[in-house]
Structures are given as structure tokens and as C-alpha cells.
């Protein structure tokens, strides 16, 4: 890998070595940019031919919409957002590094992130990673010792058994609580109408 050059530290290079609090500043800004722009990108007409092409691509192909391009468009805005990303992880770490975000755990924690709070969400990214980064974090602590990437295999199998369980995620479960609390509303406010009426 390559180390990132010793520079003057201050906004201008956004770079320091003595404290970590305007990463997280930056982090958090760089969040919402992204946040917003996936949002924006949801409720536009692109968004529209996303959701078109990902549903029924001959469909959406009948109705004028060049899936090649707006598949084109999609990656590109994608790899746009993660070099954004990428940027921000290199000056946090001081090195550029291949194995650091291209290993097969690094892309299967993304993947998972994205599995487990809901694909095809906004939020279900946001939510996975709450979930998942702590649980990592925590099975690295009390298995990670034993040996054997004992701590890998069981974040594994509680992984597989969520995404069994719930395949729309973090994001399902909210929804469907939503949708019950909702039904039981009209279904209480209809008992009260009978009862009243």
C-alpha cells in the first residue's frame, strides 16, 4: 500500500494527527450528502427508470425506457458515491490499501449490511449497519479468541438465520409493525363506530 503524505493538518488538507473528532464531523456530513442525493435520486425519474428496469427490464424497455443507459447511470453514480467514500477512508487512515476495502470479508460486511436492513430501501443500509457493526464487533470480543475464525463462523450463522427468518430486513420488520399497529387502529375504530352507531 501506499502511506498518505505528511502534510500541514487543518481543513485545508483534511488531514489531522493529533485528534479524531473532525472525521466524525466530516463523516456525518458526508452522510448526509449521500443520504440526500439517494433520496433525491428515489423521488426523480431516474429513480422511476431504476425501479422499472430492476422490477420487469423488457417491461420498462416496451415503454421507451434504455435500460442500458439507466443501467450505465447507476453504476456510475454508485462508483461516483463510493470514491466520495473511499476519499474520505483513505485521508481517516493516513494509507491506500487494496486489501483494506477490496478483501472477500470487507465486500461480504457490505453485502450483509445491505441484506439485513433491507435492500431496495434507504434506510435498510443505515439500519444494517447499526445492527451489524456492533454484533461484529461484539462476537469478535467474546469468540474471537477461540481460535479458527470461531467468531466469523457464528457471526455467520446468526446472519443466515436473520436473513431466513426476515428476508426484507430490518426494514421488513418495521414495516410490517407499522402495517399491524395501522390495522389494529382501524379495526378498534370500527369496533367503536359499531358499538356507538
Known amino acids: ?61 416496451s415503454i421507451g425506457i ?44 457490505f453485502v450483509l449490511i445491505t441484506i439485513l436492513g433491507g435492500a431496495g430501501t434507504i434506510l435498510g443500509p443505515l439500519m444494517g449497519a447499526l445492527v451489524l457493526i456492533p454484533l461484529q464487533e461484539y462476537s469478535r470480543a467474546l469468540w474471537g479468541g477461540l481460535g479458527g475464525g470461531l467468531d466469523l463462523i457464528i457471526f455467520g450463522i446468526l446472519i443466515v438465520v436473520i436473513v431466513v427468518r426476515q428476508p426484507r430486513g430490518i426494514m421488513g420488520i418495521i414495516s410490517d409493525i407499522k402495517k399491524y399497529s395501522q390495522g389494529n387502529k382501524k379495526i378498534d375504530f370500527n369496533l367503536e363506530k359499531a358499538q356507538g352507531g
Open 1 to 61: 500500500g501506499l502511506d498518505y503524505p505528511l502534510v500541514e493538518e487543518g481543513w485545508k488538507n483534511f488531514i489531522w494527527y493529533g485528534t479524531k473528532k473532525p472525521y466524525y464531523y466530516g463523516a456525518l456530513i458526508l452522510f448526509f450528502i449521500i443520504f440526500n442525493v439517494v433520496r433525491w435520486i428515489e423521488r426523480n425519474r431516474f429513480g422511476y427508470y431504476l425501479v422499472a428496469v430492476r422490477e420487469d427490464q423488457e417491461a420498462a424497455e
Open 66 to 109: 434504455n435500460s442500458t443507459i439507466v443501467k450505465l447511470m447507476a453504476m456510475a453514480t454508485s462508483a461516483f458515491l463510493a470514491a466520495l467514500c473511499g476519499a474520505f477512508f483513505v485521508q481517516y487512515n493516513f494509507r491506500v490499501d487494496p486489501p483494506m476495502v477490496m478483501s472477500l470479508s470487507m465486500s461480504m460486511i
